[in-house]
């Protein structure tokens, strides 16, 4: 069965450096999601990308982040210079027509800011 | 805004127990309602949803009905194993939210431990 892809899956940086989650969409999925979990609290949307462009942010999604797909099969998450606060697991996830019964979450990457 | 509200973990049962773990939730108009499912060391799966006031979902063995009237979403099992063992999210959405977007907000998680 086709899944989406994190790497990694434990990433340790110091406070101030910038940082890069990584994933691999469905191949033919055209809607693309990051999501997190501080560790204890909910699960919260923070962004949605489609035709290459975002289309749906939400308040945490600050001028600290930025996602890209740089080559039409990785989607990457980027946090320019990270806070004690960003430390939490990250989710991405895949659809093919944005309806949200199709999501297809990927296993996470668990960032700790030291 | 939107808000779900899951009962607090963690949960331990002995295996063929019964299960319930409590979701409510608020929203401004009618969403669509999910359980998730995560795993250890994977990602989050649907488990099963309801779109409409006094619908069931069923999979696997759990159960949950979409209750206008007490905006409520609880799932239940009636007989859990060991392989049950996960956490479970509760999740709405309420559909089109923006340009190719549908999205879900959670609750916290109810992490759920099946002791044979």
């Known amino acids: 069965e086709p899944e989406v892809t994190q790497t990694p899956s434990h990433q340790v940086t110091q406070m101030g450096q910038e940082v890069i989650l990584r994933c691999v969409p469905i191949?033919?999925?055209?809607?693309f999601y990051w999501y997190r979990q501080i560790l204890g609290q909910k699960v919260e949307f923070l962004v949605s990308?489609?035709?290459?462009?975002?289309?749906?942010k939400s308040e945490i999604f600050d001028d600290q982040f930025s996602v890209e797909r740089p080559d039409g099969s990785n989607f990457t998450l980027k946090i320019r210079s990270t806070k004690l606060e960003d430390s939490a697991m990250y989710f991405c996830?895949?659809?093919?027509?944005?309806?949200?019964?199709?999501?297809?979450f990927g296993s996470g990457t668990r960032l700790t800011v030291v | 805004g939107n808000s779900v509200t899951q009962m607090e973990g963690p949960v331990t049962l002995s295996e063929e127990a019964f299960l319930t773990i409590n979701c409510t939730y608020t929203a401004t108009g009618y969403p669509s309602l999910f359980w998730y499912v995560q795993y250890p060391g994977e990602g989050l799966q649907l488990l099963l949803k309801a779109t409409k006031a006094d619908d069931k979902g069923s999979n696997k063995g759990f159960e949950a009905t979409y209750r206008k009237e007490t905006t409520s979403f609880h799932l239940e099992k009636g007989s859990v194993q060991v392989s049950d063992s996960a956490v479970y999210f509760c999740a709405l959405s309420e559909g089109y939210s923006g340009a190719g977007s549908y999205q879900l907000t959670f609750g916290k998680g109810t992490k759920l431990s099946v002791i044979p």
């Open positions: 996830a895949s659809s093919d027509w944005g309806n949200v019964d199709g999501y297809t």
């Open positions: 191949s033919n999925h055209l809607y």
């Open positions: 990308f489609y035709n290459n462009e975002i289309s749906e």
